[in-house]
């Protein structure tokens, strides 16, 4: 059975992004595959920000990225880009910290305006890592989702490239040697 880490870089405790990386984290287990979600808000704020490897917190995160077969990035769109709290989880990783992995990245925003984050700006991120492949990126806009009753929402058009996507990383995953 793979291992798939969803990673969410946002900040809110009540955010948008996270519930869908729970809700990518909940199908993929529909398929029993075991999937933990890391929120890089929950780490020590002070060993995040000083690269402190040797924090208890910070290296149980970095053991849970080395671990997965599959990793999930899920960050809201902050002025064109992915957050800076994703960012800085990710200079902490080694070099080709995702060596060997299927990469997913997903991103939310207010606007189709922000859609290229993921292409020109989280994609070459995830290919430095060393991602020995990186499936096709999704962008959720926020109004396709409501979030009120607790648990995302998503609408019907949305959900269902949401599902294409997910089941594209499915397949790269069980593909991979």
Same mark, same amino acid.
């Given at each position: 059975?793979?291992?798939?880490?969803? @990673? /969410?870089?946002? %900040?809110? %405790?009540? /955010?948008?992004?996270?519930?869908?990386?729970?809700?990518?984290?909940?199908?993929?287990?529909?398929?029993?595959?075991?999937?933990? #979600?890391?929120?890089?808000?929950?780490?020590?704020? &002070? &060993?995040?920000?000083?690269?402190?490897?040797?924090?208890?917190?910070?290296?149980?995160?970095?053991?849970?990225?080395?671990?997965?077969?599959? @990793?999930?990035?899920?960050?809201?769109?902050?002025?064109?880009?992915?957050?800076?709290?994703?960012?800085?989880?990710?200079?902490?990783?080694?070099?080709?910290? $995702?060596?060997?992995?299927?990469?997913? %990245?997903?991103?939310?925003?207010?606007?189709?305006?922000?859609?290229?984050?993921?292409?020109?700006?989280?994609? %070459?991120?995830?290919?430095?890592?060393?991602?020995? #492949?990186?499936?096709?990126? $999704? $962008?959720?806009?926020?109004?396709?989702?409501?979030?009120?009753?607790?648990?995302?929402?998503?609408?019907?058009?949305?959900?269902?490239?949401?599902?294409?996507?997910?089941?594209?990383?499915?397949?790269?995953? @069980?593909?991979?040697?």
């Amino acid at each position: 059975m793979s291992k798939v880490l969803v @990673i /969410s870089g946002s %900040p809110s %405790p009540t /955010s948008k992004t996270e519930m869908v990386g729970d809700l990518v984290a909940e199908r993929l287990a529909e398929y029993e595959w075991n999937a933990a #979600h890391l929120r890089v808000r929950t780490l020590p704020a &002070a &060993a995040l920000l000083n690269a402190d490897r040797s924090d208890p917190a910070i290296a149980e995160a970095a053991e849970q990225v080395a671990r997965a077969d599959g @990793i999930v990035l899920a960050t809201p769109t902050y002025k064109a880009s992915y957050s800076g709290l994703l960012k800085v989880f990710l200079d902490l990783l080694p070099q080709f910290g $995702f060596t060997g992995k299927v990469v997913l %990245p997903l991103a939310t925003g207010g606007s189709t305006a922000h859609v290229l984050v993921l292409d020109y700006a989280l994609r %070459p991120v995830v290919q430095s890592l060393g991602a020995r #492949h990186v499936v096709q990126s $999704f $962008f959720l806009l926020d109004k396709h989702l409501d979030c009120s009753s607790g648990s995302p929402s998503i609408l019907p058009e949305s959900t269902e490239m949401l599902d294409g996507v997910i089941e594209q990383f499915r397949k790269a995953l @069980i593909a991979a040697p």
